[in-house]
């Protein structure tokens, strides 16, 4: 069932401009959704799969909503600059940039390629930096930037997360410094670090998903819509009061 469906139909962003990066699918299709629910115009960027994106933005404008999708590919700077002249040019502003798309590089440090450690901090850092700076340009005061980082910045259970979980460590060091250089212009920055969430590229069955609920205190993956509900409370004016902080939603997975 789609997250327009049980969204409780506020207008708590009624004409904000929002660019989620990575929203075709998975977390970043549920905030998008979720934005558009609550009022808000959308952006979507992503990689490859346009079908998949052309699936959102027909699901928010069959519900009256305003939305665009635009082809980019994280790990180019030109690609990234692109998506944000183009949100700010076609839906006239910007006032939400939620950085979302990344990637997971899984291997042991030892003999780890580095040209693929190099697209991963590419897209999971390089990109997450040149988005932001970049929607800087149009962000006015009340400005949200809300950073898609991940538990494993925190928690590494098992071998071969530790390139991942060092870019999303450095989004999670990053999002406090944003909100120092931004608190005197009005402008927020979180970091949602999500546990386990069940997607099409990490569903909530078989044996590995098995193993990882066993040691989760809810003992269950999230859903892509409570990681869109955070993400709405963050980019609204109830969150005025909150920036440089990491929020965990993991169901337990970190404790």
Do not use: C
């Not at 609550?38 to 959102?56: D, K």
């Not at 699901?59 to 980019?72: C, E, F, H, L, N």
């Not at 999303?168 to 979180?190: C, E, P, V, Y």
């Amino acid at each position: 069932m789609s997250i327009l469906n049980n969204a409780n139909n506020s207008s708590r962003l009624e004409g904000k401009v929002a660019l989620v990066t990575g929203g075709s699918r998975g977390i970043g299709a549920a905030i998008a959704q979720r934005f558009a629910t609550e009022g808000a115009l959308v952006a979507i960027t992503y990689s490859s799969n346009a079908s998949a994106a052309q699936t959102v933005i027909d699901s928010i404008r069959q519900r009256g909503g305003k939305a665009i999708a635009i082809q980019a590919n994280s790990s180019k700077v030109q690609d990234i600059k692109n998506a944000v002249s183009t949100t700010v040019a076609e839906l006239g502003g910007l006032d939400i940039l939620v950085n979302n798309a990344g990637i997971i590089g899984l291997g042991n440090v030892a003999d780890f390629d580095v040209e693929e450690f190099d697209h991963v901090m590419a897209v999971n850092i390089k990109g997450v930096f040149v988005a932001t700076q970049e929607a800087l340009k149009y962000m006015k005061q009340g400005g949200r930037i809300i950073n898609i980082g991940s538990i494993n910045a925190d928690v590494v259970p098992f071998p071969g997360m530790a390139i991942y979980a060092m870019s999303k460590g450095a989004i999670s060091t990053f999002t406090r410094g944003l909100a120092r250089d931004l608190g005197s212009r009005g402008i927020t920055a979180n970091n949602i670090q999500p546990g386990p969430v069940d997607t099409d590229l990490n569903p909530d069955s078989g044996e590995f998903a098995d193993a990882i609920k066993n040691i989760m205190a809810l003992q269950r993956y999230g859903k892509t819509e409570e990681i869109a509900n955070l993400a709405a409370f963050l980019a609204s004016d109830e969150s005025a009061y909150v920036t440089g902080a990491s929020w965990n939603i993991d169901g337990g997975f970190g404790l």
